[in-house]
């Protein structure tokens, strides 16, 4: 029992630090569903996409609060384990109840990284160039495996015999496969909206030289950009920590369930990032609206010959221009069909 008990130990503290870090990214995802439910009901839920955007984030953060408890509760039935060894080494029997439903529970909660990169393809779709759209094909690709691969890590264990050797080595290759799958998905996508906003940038500087100011939808871009950008390190970080071995197990198998919780809260991060901007919906594609006074119209004199200080005024000719609205913010900038949420 002496050994027993020292080899729980490691396992112990491996799954109690794991749980720990789960938590406070959890509680972070918990006040982040919170902002943006009530983003999203502040803004009503009469178009389709807010309705769609509030059952999804919903969903995720309930898959997420399900696989939280389960590892509380896993983690629980350790520390009884650990207890009653130490307390009783003669006669204590040790439970595993809860570990037989650990494959199904870590497969489960994959279904955070479907929904999260499809967030991550409608938004790209969106708003990127038409030409661009085309790229976005590799993203639905990578995409469609990573469905695949979440399929199988349900129905293999199910469908593999009990004592099969070769069980846990395949289910490794496919959470690793969803892992990359999803991570090459989330890397085409932003690199066809970091596409998308190098132009756009491109294109006012070019037409607006003078202006240097960013616009209200070049900032929302770089934002999109950016936390794109760090969803993808937080995915390559999940890979280079599965290859890092300590003594209960490898360092991915720690933060592989800081990821998912992650992946849940990416969605509503995209959500409240948008929502400081306002959407592109609610500004437009190419503002920078400061309230720049419009232009006074240029007047042209005909040359007076004669007559009345009355008559040379009514010969005058005005020319108005029209509101430029990349220099302009009024209400009546062109808007975009595109709604960023």
């Not at 990169?117 to 990127?128: G, T």
């Not at 469908?159 to 998905?185: F, G, P």
């Not at 920078?288 to 232009?295: A, E, K, M, N, R």
């Amino acid at each position: 029992m002496a050994n027993e008990l020292t080899g729980l130990l490691p396992e112990l503290l491996f799954y109690g630090f794991g749980l720990v870090v789960q938590t406070v990214f959890f509680g972070v995802y918990s006040v982040l569903i919170v902002l943006s439910t009530r983003m999203l009901l502040k803004r009503g839920m009469k178009t389709r996409i807010n309705r769609l955007m509030f059952i999804i984030t919903l969903f995720m953060y309930t898959l997420s609060a399900a696989y939280w408890a389960y590892q509380v509760a896993f983690v629980a039935e350790r520390m009884k384990n650990f207890g009653g060894i130490a307390l009783h080494p003669a006669d204590f029997q040790p439970t595993n109840t809860l570990a037989k439903w650990s494959l199904l529970f870590n497969a489960a909660v994959l279904v955070n990284y479907v929904f999260s990169d499809a967030v991550v393809v409608w938004r790209a779709w969106i708003i990127s160039w038409r030409q661009y759209r085309r790229y976005l094909g590799v993203t639905l690709f990578f995409w469609v495996i990573t469905c695949r691969a979440i399929i199988d890590l349900v129905v293999v264990p199910n469908s593999a015999t009990q004592h099969s050797s070769y069980l846990v080595k395949e289910v490794d290759v496919l959470q690793m496969t969803n892992i990359v799958m999803s991570l090459m998905s989330n890397l085409s996508a932003t690199a066809v909206v970091g596409a998308t906003a190098l132009r756009h940038r491109q294109t006012l500087h070019a037409a607006f030289a003078v202006n240097k100011r960013s616009t209200k939808a070049e900032r929302i871009l770089s934002l999109l950009v950016e936390s794109g950008v760090l969803y993808c390190f937080s995915g390559l970080t999940v890979l280079i920590c599965s290859l890092i071995r300590l003594p209960a197990g490898t360092l991915g198998d720690i933060y592989t369930p800081i990821n998912i919780q992650i992946a849940g809260a990416y969605p509503p991060v995209v959500l409240l990032l948008v929502g400081l901007e306002k959407s592109l919906n609610d500004s437009t594609f190419f503002n920078s609206g400061d309230g720049l006074p419009p232009s006074r119209p240029i007047q042209f004199r005909s040359p007076h010959v004669g007559g009345s200080e009355d008559q040379s005024r009514a010969a005058t000719v005005s020319i108005h221009f029209a509101r430029n609205p990349v220099l302009s913010g009024s209400a009546q900038e062109e808007r975009t069909d595109a709604d960023v949420v």
